[in-house]
């Protein structure tokens, strides 16, 4: 049987199974995007936040993506986050 793959949350740093949280991805033009699908869809460079609007906001407030990512995260991002999550 397979082992889950488990990843750490930008904000609260918990380890968790990938399908409890959302992966935002960072492309090599730059671009940044929800990957809706959370599966690893999109290429590029991935952060993992969990779906509660405290992490959210958390990871807003501590920089967690900027970090993980290596980029300025856009305001929308966190907007689209809070309304979809």
């Known amino acids: 049987m397979r082992t889950p793959t488990l990843r750490k949350c930008v ?3 918990e ?3 990938e399908p409890q949280l959302i992966r935002i991805a960072a492309n090599k033009d730059g671009e940044i995007a929800i990957d809706q699908e959370g599966k690893r869809k999109l290429p590029g460079r991935g952060a993992y936040i969990c779906r509660t609007q405290s992490c ?4 807003n407030k501590n920089k967690g993506l900027e970090r ?3 980029r300025a995260i856009p305001q929308e991002i ?3 986050l809070v309304t979809v999550y």
């Open 78 to 80: 966190y907007e689209q």
């Open 56 to 59: 959210i906001a958390l990871a």
């Open 11 to 13: 904000a609260c740093k």
């Open 15 to 17: 380890m968790k199974e």
């Open 68 to 70: 993980s990512l290596k």
